[in-house]
């Protein structure tokens, strides 16, 4: 099945604010932070064991919110590549506030460096459009009962980057993606390969199915959106 070109469905993960540890960090930074919903940004300590043996790394953490704007759960999304690391950012980011009912879930990244002293993060929320919703009109209402969108990875850092691919998911039967293919790439490799690897998450209500499916990806040092359609 072909997806029409005319659709256009912005799904956004909003670089909303850098924040340093290191003192107080840029008033303007911690300004939108709040704003988008952050009042207390935890309390992140560099271990010292980690610090006398130069043990640097960048991740990305998982923070699930509950309603009153109290973490309830802090998990690593992508490992610091150190348990020392990972296990002071769980230990400092359950102490993070938020303001009540603004996200049930954010992804802080998340980099520990020697310069400075101390580590840096930046504070982002993923904003999620439904695929069984954004696809209903081509597929049918509850086709897709997993359809998680391709994101970029923060390491190396983000620059100036956009394109448009063509991807084509083959599903058996049981709604399981069994192939992914790229029939037009988006000029990047990494995008490519990520949306590859993310596609074949997928699974769908029925098959067997052929769908192609058109994402185009926008990337600057600060935000990165993913819009299905032309």
């Known amino acids: 099945m072909k997806l029409g070109w005319n659709l256009i469905v912005a799904l ?27 009042n207390y940004k935890g309390n992140i300590h560099y271990p010292y064991e980690a610090k006398r043996n130069q043990i640097t790394g960048a991740g990305i953490a998982a923070v699930s919110v509950n309603s009153e704007g109290k973490v309830t759960k802090v998990t690593m999304a992508q490992s610091t590549g150190s348990p020392l690391l990972d296990r002071a950012t769980i230990d400092g980011l359950r102490s993070a506030r938020f303001k009540p009912g603004t996200v049930p879930m954010v992804k802080i990244p998340v980099r520990f460096t020697m310069a400075g002293g101390g580590q840096v993060y930046d504070y982002y929320d993923v904003k999620k459009k439904d695929m069984n919703d954004v696809l209903a009109a081509f597929l ?52 490519d390969r990520e949306a590859v690897k993310t596609l074949g998450k997928w699974r769908l209500a029925r098959g067997p199915l052929i769908i192609e499916l058109p994402l185009r990806f926008r990337l600057t040092p600060k935000s990165y959106s993913v819009d299905v359609g032309r």
């Open 12 to 38: 956004t993960l909003a670089l909303a604010a850098r924040l340093d540890a290191a003192p107080d960090g840029d008033k303007e930074a911690a300004d939108a932070a709040r704003r988008a919903g952050l």
């Open 140 to 191: 049918g209402k509850g086709t897709v009962r997993k359809g998680p969108i391709p994101a970029y990875p923060r390491r190396p850092p983000w620059t100036e980057k956009s394109g448009k691919g063509v991807y084509e998911l083959h599903a058996d039967k049981e709604g399981k993606i069994t192939q992914v293919r790229v029939l037009k790439s988006s000029g990047d490799a990494i995008f």
